[in-house]
C-alpha cells in the first residue's frame, strides 16, 4: 500500500479540495484525508501510478508538491539533517565570505559544490582559505545577524520528540554554528566541520577529517545502530549533493528546495512546502503539531 500526499506552501494555502478529488479518482485511490485545510491532504493507493511523475510536473506547475510514500511504517523513529538552507536559510561559509570581502567568489563555488559540480572537500578547503585572518568572533555576529532558521524547523523537532524520535544535525558545514542550531531547535546531537583557529583569528584551515557525503552516511549508520533502529526508521531531509548518500539510504529521504541534480535523484521532493511538510508525509495532522 502507498498513501500520495498533496501539499502547498503554508503561506499560499492554494490546495483546492477539485484536484484532490479528480486525482484521487484517476488513480482509483481510497477517500480523501484532509491534513491541514487548503495545505495537506493525502489518500491511500493500492500501487504505484505510472503517470506518477507526469502528474509531478503539473502539480508543480500549480505550487503543489506531490509525494507518495509506502504507507507502512510512515512515521520514523529518527530525523537526519542537513543544516546549511536546510534547517536554517543561509550557506555559513557564504555568511562569512560576505564578512571577509570574498563573498562573491565563495557563493559560486559553494552553489556549484552543492550542485555536484565540484569535490566537496576540495571546495570546502578552497572556501576555508578565502577565510584566513577574519575574526574569530565574527562567527558569533554572525549567528546573530545573518543566520535564520528555516520555517517550521521549530515544528518538526518538537513533534517528532515528542513522539520520542531522536534528531541528528549533521553538516559538511561548520561545527560552531551546528552547536547553536542545535540547541535552538532542540537537536539531539550535532556534528560537523571545525574551523581552526589561531590567535583569535581564523587560519583559513579546516580540521581533519573534513566531514562531507560520507559521513552523512557514517552518521546514519553509527546512530541507527545505537539506538538499536533500522534505516526504514529514519527520515533524512537535504538540499545539497553532499546529502545523497544519507537521503537515498534512508527509508524516507526529502529533498527540500534541492537543487535540481540533487532533486532529481531523490523520489520526495518539497519546492513549495516549509519543514512542516516533512510530518505532513509522515502521516501527522496539524492537529499532532507541537509548538
Not at 141 to 149: D, N, Q, S
Not at 173 to 190: K, M, P, Q
Not at 278 to 285: A, E, F, P, T
Request: net charge negative; proline share 3%; glycine share 10%.
Amino acid at each position: 500500500m502507498f498513501t500520495a500526499v498533496l501539499l502547498a506552501a503554508p503561506m499560499a494555502r492554494n490546495l483546492e479540495p477539485a484536484l484532490v478529488e479528480s486525482l484521487r479518482n484517476a488513480w482509483g485511490g481510497g477517500d480523501a484525508l484532509w491534513l491541514s485545510p487548503d495545505e495537506a491532504a493525502e489518500f491511500s493507493l493500492t500501487v504505484m501510478p505510472e503517470n506518477l511523475w507526469e502528474v509531478w510536473e503539473s502539480c508543480q506547475a500549480m505550487g503543489i508538491d506531490l509525494v507518495t510514500v509506502e504507507t507502512n511504517n510512515r512515521r520514523k523513529k529518527m530525523l537526519l539533517a542537513d543544516m546549511d538552507s536546510t534547517m536554517i536559510q543561509q550557506e555559513c561559509i557564504d555568511e562569512l565570505a560576505d564578512e571577509a570581502g570574498v563573498g562573491a567568489r565563495v557563493k559560486d563555488i559553494t552553489a556549484r559544490a552543492m550542485n555536484g559540480e565540484l569535490d566537496f572537500d576540495g571546495a570546502l578547503r578552497e572556501r576555508v582559505g578565502l577565510l584566513a585572518g577574519l575574526p574569530e568572533s565574527v562567527i558569533t555576529k554572525v549567528l546573530a545577524e545573518r543566520i535564520t532558521m528555516m520555517p517550521g524547523g521549530h515544528v518538526l523537532l518538537a513533534t517528532m520528540k515528542a513522539q520520542g524520535a531522536y534528531a541528528a544535525l549533521v553538516s559538511g558545514g561548520f561545527a560552531a554554528f551546528t552547536a547553536s542550531v542545535a540547541a535552538e531547535l532542540g537537536f539531539d546531537e550535532n556534528r560537523a566541520n571545525t574551523l581552526l583557529v589561531a590567535e583569535g583569528q581564523l587560519t583559513g584551515k579546516v580540521g581533519m577529517p573534513i566531514l562531507g557525503k560520507q559521513a552523512k552516511v557514517d552518521a546514519l549508520e553509527e546512530i541507527t545502530a545505537r539506538l538499536g533502529i533500522a534505516d526504514t526508521d529514519v527520515i533524512a531531509v537535504g538540499d545539497g549533493a553532499n546529502d545523497l548518500g544519507m537521503l537515498t539510504r534512508a527509508g524516507l529521504g526529502v529533498a527540500l528546495h534541492a537543487k535540481p541534480s540533487v532533486a532529481a535523484q531523490c523520489n520526495v521532493r518539497i519546492n513549495f512546502g516549509d519543514l512542516t511538510s516533512l510530518l505532513y508525509v509522515q502521516g501527522y495532522s496539524k492537529t499532532d503539531f507541537v509548538g
